[in-house]
């Protein structure tokens, strides 16, 4: 069945909105803090991962916080 003229003529802007959002949103994303805990845990470097995740806790980082308590389950 096909599309009616008017919706076929509005779908390319939609999907250009939808895109540019979606750009939008992906380049806004600050940097995560993270980042370098999750590699040394993924490489089996914890003690790296600890120490690095000591000084972002001690800095005020909830999610340091809370995976420095998970290390020490």
């Known amino acids: ?3 009616p003229r008017r919706v076929r003529a509005l779908l390319p802007a939609a999907l250009s909105m939808v895109l540019a959002a979606g750009a939008a949103l992906a380049v806004s994303r600050p ?3 993270l980042d370098g ?3 040394s845990i993924r490489l089996k470097n914890f003690a790296a991962a600890a120490t690095e995740l000591q000084k972002l ?3 005020g980082n909830p999610d340091a916080q809370y995976l420095l308590a998970v290390f020490y389950l």
Do not use: G, I, R
């Open 1 to 3: 069945m096909a599309l």
């Open 31 to 33: 940097p995560d803090p």
């Open 37 to 39: 805990v999750k590699t």
């Open 57 to 59: 806790a001690a800095a």
